[in-house]
């Protein structure tokens, strides 16, 4: 059963406005003359490129990334105009083995330098703040992915942005596979949107966008595997084309866990 419940706007102001803050390392405007590590904190975060050798993307790790020196490219940069931390994917790039999609994408880690494993007990969210640019299809711009505790390679969600405006959520109905989608939103390409990706009492998904809430049960045979976030442009559409893609604008990025 997926239940809903709508924010106050007081709430709403609380939630953007933290997302905005932290995810900007407390200041009130990104400078868009550094890399993307001055702006954000990306000491826990490790970046996938679609470039490399075939089933073997290039990955950038934090400590390259950290700082206002901190790593760029045409894939992942800061846009000179608004501060935006910017991830291009095209349709064509080198992929993961269990992937036919390109991306240039964050995946969690911890600050000591290993790989982010948590459980599902707890509190966990990523907090974003974006803009898609320009999408083909279909972008994926947030997941919360299985980790260790068995053999699945598959996402427990993903957040979606089709090409139309729409904004979807992908529950995987068992590690075994199987997506059973929702539309949570709607917002118009180039429109600043926000969300909150939550786990609570390690069997539910809160999924807040725009200040509006959806829960999700999250299926008992996902319970045995620990898990990780990952945010940023993981195109969901492949062709031959190096220009056509999804490109996504983030303006806050904040991960907590208690």
Same mark, same amino acid.
């Not at 083909?136 to 089709?162: A, D, F």
């Given at each position: ?119 599902? &007990?707890? @509190? ?6 974006? #803009? $898609?640019?320009?999408?083909?299809? %279909? /972008?994926?711009? +947030? ?93 969901? &559409?492949? @062709? ?6 999804? #490109? $996504?604008?983030?303006?806050?990025? %904040? /991960?907590?866990? +208690?």
């Amino acid at each position: 059963m997926i239940r809903t419940r709508v924010l106050t706007a007081t709430t709403v102001t609380a939630v953007v406005t933290c997302v905005t803050v932290l995810g900007t390392s407390g200041a009130d405007a990104a400078d868009p003359k550094v890399a993307p590590g001055g702006n954000f904190d990306l000491s826990v975060w490790q970046l996938q490129e679609p470039v490399g050798s075939p089933g073997s993307p290039t990955t950038i790790p934090s400590s390259r990334l950290r700082g206002p020196s901190g790593y760029q490219d045409a894939y992942f940069y800061t846009d000179t105009r608004d501060g935006a931390m910017t991830f291009w994917a095209p349709e064509k790039g080198v992929t993961t083995p269990n992937s036919k999609y390109a991306r240039s994408e964050l995946r969690e880690m911890n600050r000591d330098g290993g790989a982010a494993d948590w459980s599902l &007990s707890g @509190s966990h969210r990523l907090n974003a703040t974006l #803009r $898609v640019v320009s999408v083909t299809s %279909n /972008v994926c711009v +947030g997941q919360i992915h299985l980790g260790s505790g068995g053999s699945s390679t598959k996402p427990l969600m993903e957040l979606y942005y089709r090409a139309n405006g729409d904004i979807v959520v992908g529950t995987e109905n068992s590690p075994a596979g199987g997506q059973t989608t929702h539309t949570v939103g709607h917002v118009a390409v180039g429109k600043t949107w926000s969300y909150t990706i939550a786990v609570s009492g390690g069997d539910t998904i809160d999924l807040t966008v725009n200040g509006s809430t959806t829960h999700y049960p999250i299926p008992s045979s996902f319970f045995p595997y620990k898990q990780y976030f990952k945010a940023g442009s993981y195109n969901q &559409s492949s @062709s031959d084309s190096t220009t056509k893609g999804a #490109r $996504v604008a983030f303006y806050g990025l %904040n /991960v907590s866990h +208690g």
